[in-house]
């Protein structure tokens, strides 16, 4: 019986290990550690804050991950994403602090909203680029394309060539 009670407490115990393992990083530690890696590797940081239901989220990732222009922003940004507003049992994919770090800076429109920080964790902008500051979230209409490639062009040395190519994969979301 002993023997039976033991196993049934360690497989407990180790059940908890493995259950607190798999609990989503808090906001914060994602953003300390993409400023970590952003100085070591002299990089910007794009925090993307996104959920598992958001169909222009997935568009946001899949134009970054694009072959013709992922090379840039592997290059040029650290990139992460906080997971907020999920609904029924993909709440548990919520990252902690993610909510409240989304509206300290801004976020009230939606989602995808993204963050841009420097190597040493300054704030360079956000997504809140629209007339009005709204939220471009993943940029698709010629305005917003071409918003997003100036603050580009802004904070990274974006070749010309880069640049129309982030354009034109960008500009393909709108259809």
Known sequence: MKKYLFAFIAFSFFGLISKAQDAPKTADEILSSAIAQAKQQHKKVLIMFHASWCGWCKRMDASIEDKSC????????????????????????????????????????????????????????????????????????????????????????????????????FIKNKG
């Not at 920080?117 to 071409?146: I, K, R, W, Y």
């Open 70 to 169: 992922k090379k840039y922003f592997d290059d040029n940004f650290v990139i992460d994403h906080i997971d907020i507003m999920e609904h029924g049992k993909e709440v548990a994919l919520e990252n902690p602090g993610g909510q409240a770090m989304y509206e300290k800076y801004g976020g009230a429109e939606g989602i995808p909203f993204w963050l841009i920080f420097d190597e040493n964790g300054n704030l360079l902008s956000t997504s809140n680029l629209a007339e009005g500051g709204h939220n471009v979230g993943c940029p698709a209409q010629e305005n917003e394309v071409n918003t997003f490639v100036g603050l580009l062009k802004k904070y990274t040395s974006i070749s010309d060539a880069d640049a129309k190519a982030v354009h034109d994969r």
